[in-house]
């Protein structure tokens, strides 16, 4: 059958998509005995990550997840999906904490970018993002980054340093919407669509400027089978990257982003 033809646009309203899956399907069908686990130990919790451990497949693993939420009460408590400092803080306590007891570091991305508001600015969301780029890149563990759904700005980035990065077909992953760049470049935010092509933010685009490592296809498929191949994917990445040497896992990690853009 032939594959139809859709638009970069269309690949947007896809990701944003309000019943698309997000974090926290992946975890309920993908991860065993999952318990999470909240604040940062500085200020409070932030309902927008949900990060705990579990097994997939038997393997204990630490999961970090972009969670909106389906209710209109719920997207109002986890500020449908848009982190605060205190969920990246959360995110990388889990994440030195995984690398102390060796667990693989599994981040599920789908938020439009982190919180906007200002108090969140008086908590330092830059300085949190910029501390989980830096710690992210020498963690000792291997990461498995995944986009389910709109990957968006410094927000997204800040869980999206992997050793392996993964995109769903319809997901995009961009430094800023295609509204705001629109309204940037041309002051007109109608224009979002040509802008969504030159942004160049579906999965085939960042797929061929080698910026991720793997597309699961979402043509005609359902969650639960999008949700088994990514599991068994992920196993593969871990088991990969398990044979390596600590040396070897981060030069590999730190080639892989010094050579996007060259």
Not at 106 to 123: K, L, N, Q
Not at 231 to 259: D, G, V
Request: aromatic share 8%.
């Amino acid at each position: 059958m032939a594959r139809k033809t859709v638009t970069a646009y269309n690949r947007v309203q896809a990701a944003r998509d309000s019943h698309r899956p997000m974090g926290g399907y992946y975890i309920g069908r993908m991860v065993d005995n999952f318990v999470e686990l909240h604040g940062d130990r500085r200020y409070g919790d932030d309902a927008a990550i949900v990060s705990g451990i579990g097994f997939i497949n038997d393997k204990p693993v630490t999961v970090i997840a972009m969670e909106r939420g389906a209710t209109i009460e719920e997207r109002m408590k986890r500020h449908f999906g848009c982190p605060t400092p205190e969920g990246y803080r959360k995110a990388l306590r889990l994440m030195k904490e995984a690398e102390k007891f060796r667990r693989p570091v599994i981040c599920f991305i789908g938020s439009s970018g982190a919180y906007c508001g200002i108090d969140a600015e008086e908590r330092g969301q830059g300085e949190a993002i910029a501390e989980n780029l830096f710690e992210m890149m020498g963690l000792k563990t291997p990461i498995i980054s995944v986009i389910v759904g709109e990957g968006g700005s410094g927000g997204a980035l800040a869980l999206g340093v992997g050793d392996t990065v993964v995109m769903l077909e319809n997901s995009i992953y961009s430094v800023i919407s295609p509204e705001g760049c629109a309204s940037i470049l041309w002051k007109d935010s109608s224009k979002a669509p040509e802008a969504a092509n030159a942004l160049r933010l579906t999965s085939r685009d960042l797929y061929g400027f080698g910026v991720i490592d793997k597309v699961i296809d979402e043509q005609d498929r359902n969650a639960e089978e999008i949700c088994t191949e990514l599991k068994n994917f992920i196993l593969s990445e871990i088991a990969e990257k398990e044979l390596m040497t600590t040396e070897e896992l981060l030069a590999q990690r730190y080639e892989k982003f010094r050579k996007i853009g060259a």
